[in-house]
Structures are given as C-alpha cells and as structure tokens.
C-alpha cells in the first residue's frame, strides 16, 4: 500500500512538472529573453509581393550583421527570424504565433498592409513592440505598440496630388486602382479628396480586384477616350508593369504617376523597362538620396547582387532604428516582451533618428513618422531624382 501511495505521489509530481512545462512553452513570447534580443520578421518572399519581402528580408538581414559586427546593442547580438506571410493576413498571424513560440521580442513588419492590420492585433493583445517597414494603411499603427517607417497611405495621396498641381504635371487626370486592396484604396480616396482641394480634373476613375487584375484595357480605353493626359497609379509594381506593357499596345501614352508601389518595376520578369521610361512615383529613397543611403546600396549591391529599392532602405533603417530607440532606455534581452515595448515606445518619440530613407526623422505618439518625400522619375532605365 505504501508503494502504491508513493508511485501515486510520483506520478502527480510529474504531471505537475509536465503542466508547468507546459504553462512556459506556451507562454514563451512573453518571458524574458536570453544573451541576445530577438527580432521576427514578417513579410512575402514568395508569391505576386515578393520583391517587396525579398528585399526587406535581405536589408534586415545586413542591417543585423552589421550591428552585431560592430558590437551589437548594449553590449549584446541581434537575432533575426524572417517568416513568409505570402502577402496573406491569415498566414501573417502563423507566421506571428510560430515567430513567439522560437521567443521574439520585437517584430519587424509585416510588409504589406492587410497583413499589417492582422498582425498588430495580436502584438497589441501581446504588448509587442511592432515597426513596420512598408505597411502603409492608417490602421497598420492603430495601436500605441505600433510604428511605422514609411508613409501611410493618406499621406501618399494627399502629397501626390499636391505635386502634380504644384509641377502641372498633367491637365486631365484618370485613376486606376485596386478596390480590393486596403494600400491602394486608401491612397485613391485621399488623392480624389485632395485632387479637388487642388482643382485637379479628374476623367475617369476605374476600379480593378484581386481576381480581375491581369486585363487593363477597358479602365485604359475609359482613360484614353476620356482624354487624359496623366493616369494616377496607386496600385503595386506588378499590375504597374501590366498596364504599362497594355498601354503600350494601344498606342497610349500619358504620363503614369505613382507612389511608393511601383518601387520594384524595373525588376518584374519578362517586362519590357524601356516602357516606365518618364514614369514618375514618390518615394522617400533613392541609392543616391543621402551619404548613408550610398553607402547602404554599395553594401547591399555587393552582398545580393542588385540595387535596393525603397522597401530594403525602409527595412534596413527600422533595425537601425531599433538599435536606437534600444540604446536610448539602456534596454537588455533578459527585459519581458512587455517591459521592452514600454520601453521602446517611450524612445520613440523621443529619438531623432537619421538614415536612408531621410535625415533628422521623429515619430509622434500616433507611430506616424516625420520626414520629406522624394519624387523619383525613370530616365534610361534608372530611378533619377527630380
């Protein structure tokens, strides 16, 4: 009997072990951490959006081995975790949920925006410190835990319509956008609520999904008869090159505008570049923009081979700003997820950080940065500032 009792004892004792190994496991992304802080990244390195993710992942990835190369934050290492989201909000919250199971501290993304939105309410539930590169929709930063790089959506639309009117870049404008989507559907509505406040005359505005974005020539016939002179593209670099190639064959030639989507349309396979030859967008990079941004392409060139675009420069100030905000609360890896997102919050918005993507950058407590933008024209084949 007293064997029995004590096999019985045995056998609770290790159940409760086991629950409380349990408890941990599960309660990992919120724990301190180890010897070094732990960045997640989240964004598509696969899929229509890849050029994007590619290039913040590669960005990040330099800015981290640099850091640590040069003694890392406060005496410790960066650690990185990049996950594919494939520009899905739902695989953006795995991609989030396995990145606090590996122990992440800090996320990095997501890169687009409707993944963006799904992503921050979860490090909002969390406490989670969350500074996106490139998620541009208002809600992207909709919590106090969140920040972002580039500018929102709202931002772009109203900045754009105002250079149009301030350069007389075109007398006729049409619009072409993606309803379906968050990023180019906030852009459109702020450049039509601006275009009006600048007097702009807008012909044609047409509409285009996700499952309906391969054949432009109705919206570009519609633009056309409607005699535009300048077509408003607030819409990604892949669909870009589609009505570009398209315009072509019907003999269209207005000037395209755009925002920081089309960053990445000299790259898209199989399109003919010599077609964006005078295309215009705006963006807050270019290789040549600053000191700091040269010497982030040369690096950047010569480790994978091609030139960054705006999303690598935005990615790549974020770890750096990271570092920042870090060195400016003496924070360390062993703090909670939630000590740490106080922290980070609070450097914020007090920091005034510098890099590739503009000088003497600050944050309000909204996550919204402060900075100039840059409005790029393609000329020979190349991104130059005008």
């Keep these: 009997m007293k064997k029995l009792k004590k096999l ?25 951490g180890g010897d070094t802080f732990k960045i997640g990244g989240i964004g598509p390195t696969t899929g229509a959006a890849a050029i994007y993710g590619m290039a913040v992942q590669n960005a990040a990835q330099l800015a981290v081995e640099e850091i640590n190369a040069a003694g890392g934050v406060n005496g410790y ?3 990185l975790n990049f996950q594919d989201d494939e520009h899905d909000a739902e695989k953006s919250v795995n991609a989030y949920n396995n990145l606090k199971d590996w ?37 992207c930063v909709q919590y106090d835990n969140a920040f972002r790089v580039c500018f929102s959506d709202p931002t772009q639309g109203v900045i754009a319509a105002q250079y ?21 559907t906030g852009i459109y509505e702020a450049f039509a609520g601006e275009a009006a406040n600048q007097s702009l005359e807008i012909v044609s505005t047409e509409a285009f999904t996700a499952d309906s974005n391969k054949d432009f020539s109705v919206q570009l016939q519609k633009a056309k008869d409607a005699g535009a002179d300048l077509v408003f593209l607030p819409i990604y670099y892949s669909e870009s090159a589609l009505i570009l190639s398209q315009a072509a064959q019907m003999a269209y030639a207005p000037t395209f505008f755009s925002v920081d989507g089309m960053d990445g349309i000299l790259s898209v396979d199989n399109f003919d570049a010599s077609l964006a030859e005078g295309s215009i967008f705006l963006s807050p990079f270019t290789s040549t923009v600053n000191a700091k941004a040269e010497t982030f392409s040369a690096a950047y060139e010569a480790k994978f ?26 924070a360390t890896p062993d703090m909670t997820v939630s000590d740490l ?4 919050k609070s450097a914020m918005v007090e920091i005034n ?13 909204d996550g919204e940065p402060t900075k100039a933008p840059i409005a790029i024209k393609i000329v020979n084949g190349e991104y130059t500032v005008l």
Excluded: H, R
Aim: hydrophobic content about 45%.
């Design 8 to 32: 019985v004892s045995i056998v609770v004792a290790s159940a409760m072990v086991l629950a409380m190994a349990g408890c941990g496991a599960s309660d990992a992304g919120n724990t301190a």
């Design 77 to 79: 290492q960066l650690e």
């Design 103 to 139: 122990g992440a501290q800090i996320i990095l993304g997501s890169v687009t925006s409707a993944p963006c939105i799904a992503v921050v309410e979860k490090t909002k539930e969390d406490n989670m410190f969350q500074i996106t590169p490139s998620g541009t929709a208002v809600e």
């Design 164 to 184: 149009i009117k301030e350069k007389a870049l075109g007398t006729k404008i049409a619009i072409i956008y993606d309803s379906s989507d968050t990023y180019s």
């Design 305 to 330: 081979g091609e030139i960054p675009n705006q999303f690598a420069a935005d990615s790549y100030d974020a770890v750096y700003i990271i570092k920042q905000a870090l060195e400016a609360k003496n």
């Design 341 to 344: 997102c106080e922290a980070l």
């Design 353 to 365: 950080f510098s890099g590739t993507t503009g000088d003497s950058i600050t944050w309000s407590a």
